[in-house]
């Protein structure tokens, strides 16, 4: 007698089983001020309330994971995973995303230098939890546009 377990099941189904794609958003925008100068506004961990009027920034102790309060109260908590000052990058996962409607969370904050001034952009992955995948992706490129808009001034 077969045994039909669950992956074999799936790829009976043609990989009908397999897990969704992470939904992907990124948004970019140029600025006039140097790659520099942007640069150390964006910089440290808690710099991030330059992006985010409103946001308020506790860093713990260890200078890697930062506490985001909303202007509503709720918290985010975040974990810088990756640092590149020369490259002008860092890159963080959310540990507890409080109100924003995401799971698995990983992003990567960037200043190039472009022409005469620079490109901002901030990207990132997660899957949607408590909301459908679009109202997920909308509700992340509000921060990612609201960001970079404002660093871009």
């Known amino acids: 007698m077969n045994k039909y377990t669950p992956l074999a099941a799936c790829a009976a189904l043609g990989l009908a089983c397999a897990p969704a794609a992470a939904i992907e958003a990124a948004y970019t925008a140029q600025t006039t001020h140097s790659a520099d100068s942007v640069w150390a506004k964006i910089r440290g961990f808690c710099d991030i309330t330059n992006a985010l009027p409103g946001v308020k920034c506790v860093l713990a102790p260890d200078g890697l994971t930062r506490t985001l309060t909303l202007p509503d109260g709720k918290s985010v908590v975040e974990k810088r995973e990756a640092f590149d000052d020369a490259g002008r ?5 959310i540990l507890s995303p409080g109100p924003l409607p995401v799971a ?3 992003s990567t904050l960037a200043v190039k230098p472009k022409g005469s001034g620079a490109e901002i952009a901030w990207s990132g992955h997660f899957d949607a939890k408590g909301a459908s995948d679009d109202d997920a992706r909308k509700a992340i490129m509000g921060i990612y ?9």
């Not at 546009?145 to 001034?153: I, M, N, P, R």
């Open 104 to 106: 698995n969370y990983h």
């Open 89 to 93: 990058t860092y890159s963080y996962t």
């Open 145 to 153: 546009t609201g960001g970079v808009d404002t660093l871009a001034k």
